[in-house]
């Protein structure tokens, strides 16, 4: 089945600690991007990446960081720098300078011990 | 700066009840508009896509509609149904194509049976 998967489910990160979430696609889609969700909000935008090896940073950035070594593949970091990433964290890929569809996993949800 | 206000945050109905979803944009230059529907803790699924040149959009009981001149969009869900009930979000993508999307905070429906 074609798609997207992002693991884990639900993480849990310790004060200080960096950890990475997991997306992966295989729609063969040159795009990819990283949102998150607070409750009650719209999704912003952290990261995108039109093309391997390369990716521009989004509206909340600050404390985040990617890499795109694969076309199927687009890890999210938070580092112990973003002071606030409880949220809910969501991959989307689409067809890259297309009109068509933007394609959501399931997400990941981020909780602070 | 682009901005995607839906209007209202909430709404419950009946069963039953044909019903309207509204969507406002502040900048009209923009490449495409879509809707997505959000299950609690779920992803995103798109439910319509509206180009720039296009007015509307028909899947099932769900109309979508576009006015770019006057930045509006409304999301028409005839005869209502509980399966209904979910989160709906608004999102535009700016003229370049291959961008992120913008997304309004969403409304958050209820059908009751």
């Known amino acids: 089945d074609g798609g997207i998967t992002q693991s884990p489910k639900y993480l849990f990160r310790k004060e200080g600690q960096n950890v990475t979430l997991s997306c992966e696609q295989n729609?063969?889609?040159?795009?990819m991007y990283w949102y998150r969700q607070d409750p009650g909000q719209g999704l912003r935008l952290i990261y995108y990446?039109?093309?391997?090896?390369?990716?521009q940073k989004g509206d909340i950035a600050e404390g985040y960081s990617v890499s795109r070594e694969k076309k199927e593949s687009f890890p999210l970091t938070v580092t112990s720098a973003q002071k606030n990433p409880t949220a809910f964290y969501l991959c989307?890929?689409?067809?890259?300078?297309?009109?068509?569809?933007?394609?959501f996993g399931p997400g990941t949800r981020l909780l602070v011990l | 700066k682009q901005e995607v206000t839906q209007i209202p945050a909430a709404l419950s109905v009946p069963e039953g009840e044909n019903l309207v979803l509204n969507c406002s944009f502040t900048?009209?230059?923009?490449?495409?508009l879509q809707w997505f529907r959000q299950d609690p803790g779920k992803g995103l699924t798109s439910l319509l896509l509206?180009?720039?040149?296009?007015r509307e959009q028909t899947s099932g009981r769900l109309n979508a509609s576009l006015d770019k001149s006057s930045g509006r969009s409304t999301l028409y869900i005839a005869a209502s149904q509980p399966g209904d009930s979910a989160t709906y979000l608004c999102?535009?993508?700016?003229?370049?194509?291959?961008?992120?999307?913008?997304f309004g905070k969403g409304t958050t429906l209820s059908v009751s049976s």
């Open positions: 509206i180009q720039s040149s296009q």
């Open positions: 999102a535009v993508r700016r003229y370049q194509a291959g961008t992120a999307l913008i």
């Open positions: 990446s039109q093309i391997v090896n390369d990716f």
């Open positions: 989307a890929s689409s067809i890259f300078n297309s009109a068509e569809t933007q394609y």
């Open positions: 900048d009209s230059a923009i490449y495409n």
């Open positions: 729609l063969n889609h040159d795009a």
